[in-house]
């Protein structure tokens, strides 16, 4: 079963100060290149797994999508999300994803943001995917970097002259990994990214895009924190649907 670190009370108590936790998707810097790769949704049927606060379902339904079921294991994230506003188009239900269970060939779109990177058994998520979507549909998703989920600890090394560097640590050692982030002892599941793509392609999938995400300059002129994402790249984006 995937940890479910975030029905700790620590930890999603510090969760929930986070800014994407407060301000949603317009809060997220990532989700302008995300929503760039999303198809049409008027009529569609989406999933979205590790649904969260119901972020993307509320914003899916009122882009028209005919129906939305957000996932979570999380009893706090869906409560948090039932909590946040009801919308007839979306339901909500607790569910690991390493047994995710739903119906097959019901969704034209799969949708995921920073669930997967929790995931041990990756090919086994991707193969519940395929038999969830209808012929034609389409996955996207982000995760972390798995450059950024190898450090060799947890912040930037500098030297004499001031210029950062991030240490990479066994980069080709894949399994678990134990971060804190948030709370102590939080475990991810570090993946090269060659074994990312490999794995979509290996379950039927056809890659339509793959971006290894950085701020803009008008991001970083707006948040100037957002400079240092461009030392090293912390998330990555996928776009792809079924062969």
């Known amino acids: 079963m995937t940890q479910n670190i975030y ?45 969260g606060y119901g972020w993307f379902c509320r914003w899916a339904a009122e882009a028209g999508a005919m129906q939305v079921l957000g996932v979570d294991v999380s009893e706090k994230m869906l409560a948090q999300a039932r909590g946040m506003g009801e919308h ?42 395929r038999r969830a979507l209808t012929p034609g549909g389409k996955l996207v998703f982000s995760i972390e970097h798995p450059i950024f989920m190898a450090p060799r600890q947890r912040g930037w090394l500098t030297d004499a002259q001031g210029r950062k560097s991030w240490p990479v640590d066994s980069y080709q050692q894949q399994g678990p ?28 999938f056809r890659i339509d895009h793959v971006e290894e995400w950085g701020p803009t300059d008008a991001q970083v002129a707006q948040q100037p924190a957002l400079a240092e994402e461009r030392e090293r790249p912390m998330l990555l984006l996928i776009g792809c649907r079924l062969a």
């Open 88 to 129: 007839p188009a979306v339901r909500y239900a607790r569910m690991d994803l390493e047994r995710l269970a739903v119906a097959p060939a019901a969704y034209d779109l799969v949708y995921s943001s920073l669930a997967f990177h929790y995931i041990e058994q990756f090919a086994t998520l991707l193969a519940a995917i």
């Open 177 to 204: 990994r134990l971060s804190d982030w948030l709370a102590p002892g939080v475990l991810k599941q570090h993946r090269t990214l060659g074994t990312t793509l490999n794995a979509l392609i290996q379950a039927g």
């Open 7 to 51: 029905d700790n009370d620590a930890f999603f108590s510090a969760y929930s100060q986070l800014p994407r936790s407060i301000g949603g998707l317009d809060a997220a810097p990532e989700w302008p290149s995300l929503r760039a790769l999303l198809p049409e949704l008027q009529g569609k049927s989406v999933l979205d797994l590790g649904c």
